[in-house]
């Protein structure tokens, strides 16, 4: 074995041991917020005994995005398949896709080098290419802002998301570099635009930026350098093909509809500028949190985060937006003289392009940074130990080196170890950002939890005022959302208190009003579930009142609320036989996700129960012409043997 190939293990093996044993504590927690819709209530995932008929399922499955992200439901599909719901599985495959991930990195960045060099015609550093290049991916692969993008179950999405994007630009970069020595390569080029783009799009919607990443080393590494005139005219029409005009044709359907991308914002308690301007500033922390990090401002939800209202409310937003121009001037004046650091800084700012810009996500959160953040490490390390090796002494420099690989280490590992912890982790939250409704929300939920469990053994009036002073702080700082009171009532009446009637004029003013959010249609959803089936004692009358101020709510829109309309209309039709008004839910619930066959299934029957056979079975007709994946045959023929007897 050869020199290179030996380090290239090496390297291997030692991002695979650093990767283990700093999330090892990490893979004893449990499930928390968006894995429950998306995985854990995701019937629609769970479906079938095999994998084939799974395949099936997900095509229609996964509420995060109208693509369904259908890669990334795949792999959940086969953790079901293969261990149930254990998420000691779920999280021990996103550490595995996490590690494999860092040896792509280090793999791209080697390339990178080696490419740069062959570009510029300077000569070739094998050692020290992979020795920066071994640190950056050591780095990346500890750095505790990634942390969420691997314990977070649900956030398997982003990081598949970049492995082919890593895989594509990999490829790319292959490709060129065979343009560069020997006028081959075309088809790498492409596959790099193009197969992986998609593979990285099914998997996170983030992964058509690849193009873009693709562009930067163009742009600033290999500036259409080739064999021959042939070979530049090729990467001009390509990067024409998969970059500018797919960017040309996007801004386009923006322009000429704008809801496409900006409806979401009716949900939102913040407008399309305050977003803007606020990004401005959450780019900025998340700058501080990737040369700082610290485990009192790392946290999963970063609700409390104040949105800037105007240029000088607060006043930062201003210098935020003139220090995000700076670094991008910076970052492009440096692109002859130091262009690694060049490229750097604009991969990271392209990373952020999408998510953290115009389109109605909420506003902060530390997994935006997951790939992004390679650049700037690359352009933290690479001067360190390429650029001004000469200028500084080596047990200086390998001293610095050394001391942040530790500190990413030490932060990292004590965050897994309160990730691998449901209580410790939603303790420690609470702890660090006290004003985050989210985190009061998910403390008080296990609260509740645990006073559920039968072989509790504690104090459960101290659990009990401890539930319910999280659910009504979350409250309190919440605005429109709903879910803190909904689950306070459940608690309330669990333990046969009465909820305060302020508190109960509150959640029918906000359930009339506003949109409940994914999290509290979810607990909408519970509540009326667990009184159908008699494990909980809410009072009808509120039960009532709650849906009734829902069905007047006309802010309703989307697939979530399609989903608990039709909730509302299955408890309706099975627990209350109210046929009447469980038609009337339904039918909204059919036109806010026209093409959802769940809906028209309850809608059949709901007509047969109520004699209208005739449009019943026109109904069928249609539900089975459209069911072309066979996913509802059993329903269908169910509700066709009634049809008959009747």
């Known amino acids: 074995m050869n020199t290179i190939a030996g380090y290239n ?64 439901m795949l792999t959940f599909a086969i953790n079901l398949l293969l261990a149930g719901y254990d998420p000691f599985y779920f999280k021990l495959v996103n550490v595995c896709i996490h590690a494999v991930n860092g040896i792509l990195l280090y793999f791209l960045i080697v390339l990178l080098l080696q490419g740069m060099s062959l570009a510029a015609n300077a000569k070739i550093d094998a050692i020290g290419i992979r020795r920066i290049a071994l640190v ?20 398997r999405m982003n990081s598949l998301s970049a492995m082919f994007v890593l895989a594509g ?14 006028g081959k390569g075309h088809l790498r080029v492409i596959a790099g635009l193009t197969v992986f783009v998609l593979l990285a799009a099914l998997c996170k919607e983030n992964g058509i930026l690849l193009p873009l990443y693709a562009a930067l080393l163009e742009i600033l590494l290999f500036r259409f350098r080739g064999q021959s005139d042939r070979d530049r005219n090729f990467l001009y029409i390509i990067h024409f093909l998969f970059v500018l005009l797919p960017l040309l044709i996007l801004m386009l359907l923006v322009a000429l509809q704008p809801e496409l991308a900006l409806s979401g914002y009716q949900q939102r308690t913040f407008t399309l500028l305050q977003r803007l301007l606020t ?3 959450v780019i900025w922390f998340y700058i501080y949190l990737i040369l700082m990090p610290n485990n009192r401002e790392l946290a999963l939800f970063h ?77 933290l390390f690479h ?130 009003t506003a949109s409940p959010g994914a999290t509290g ?20 009358t509120i039960i009532s009142n709650a849906i009734n101020s829902l069905m007047n709510n006309t802010t309703l829109a989307g697939r979530g609320a399609a989903t608990l309309m039709y909730a509302i209309s299955e408890y309706l039709r099975v627990h209350m036989h109210d046929y009447p008004h469980a038609r009337t839910a339904v039918e909204r619930s059919i036109s806010l996700d026209p093409d959802g066959l769940q809906q028209q299934l309850q809608l059949t029957a709901i007509l047969i129960e109520t004699g209208e056979h005739e449009a019943a079975q026109q109904q069928l007709n249609r539900i089975r012409e459209r069911d072309i994946l066979n996913e509802y045959n059993e329903t269908i023929d169910g509700l066709q043997s009634q049809l008959r007897s009747r």
Request: glycine residues 8%; hydrophobic residues 50%.
């Open 9 to 72: 293990w090496l390297t291997v093996g030692l991002i695979l041991l650093a990767v283990l044993l700093v999330y090892a504590a990490g893979l004893s927690g449990g499930f928390i917020f968006d894995d429950y819709p998306n995985i854990i209530n995701n019937t629609i995932l769970a479906g079938g005994d095999d994998l084939l008929s799974r395949i099936q399922s997900i095509l229609a499955s996964g509420f995060s995005s109208p693509a369904g992200r259908p890669l990334s």
């Open 169 to 182: 630009l990999w490829v790319y970069t292959r490709g060129r570099i065979a343009l560069l020595t020997t």
């Open 279 to 281: 990004e401005s500033r």
């Open 383 to 512: 001067p360190l130990l390429g650029g001004v090796s000469n200028m500084v002494s080596p047990l200086f420099k390998y001293g610095l080196v050394s001391a942040l690989l530790v500190v990413y280490a030490l932060v990292t590992s004590m965050r897994a170890v309160q990730w691998g912890d449901e209580i410790m982790w939603r303790y420690y939250q609470v702890q660090h950002h006290p004003d985050s409704p989210i985190s009061n929300y998910e403390l008080a939920r296990i609260y509740a939890l645990m006073l559920e469990a039968t072989d509790f053994t504690g104090d459960r009036q101290v659990l009990y005022d401890g539930a319910r002073e999280h659910f009504l702080k979350a409250n309190r700082l919440q605005g429109g959302a709903v879910e803190a009171l909904v689950s306070l009532v459940l608690l309330d009446s669990t333990y046969g208190k009465k909820t305060e009637v302020d508190l109960l004029r509150e959640l029918y003013n906000k359930l009339a």
């Open 136 to 155: 950056v991916a050591l780095a990346w692969s500890l750095h505790p802002i990634n942390l969420t993008s691997v314990l977070y179950v649900v956030q």
């Open 303 to 379: 609700d409390d985060f104040d949105v800037s209202l105007s240029l000088l409310q607060p006043v930062t937003t201003v210098f935020a937006i003139a220090g995000l121009v700076g670094l991008a001037l910076v970052g492009w004046r440096m692109r002859k003289k130091y262009p690694v650091i060049s490229f750097g800084i604009m991969f990271y700012l392209v990373g952020h392009s999408l998510e953290s810009s115009f389109l109605p996500l909420e506003l902060v959160h530390e997994h935006r940074n997951y790939l992004p953040v390679a650049g700037l490490l690359l352009a």
């Open 521 to 540: 249609m979810m607990a909408i959803r519970a509540m009326l579930s667990c009184h159908s089936q008699g494990t909980c004692k809410v009072e009808q």
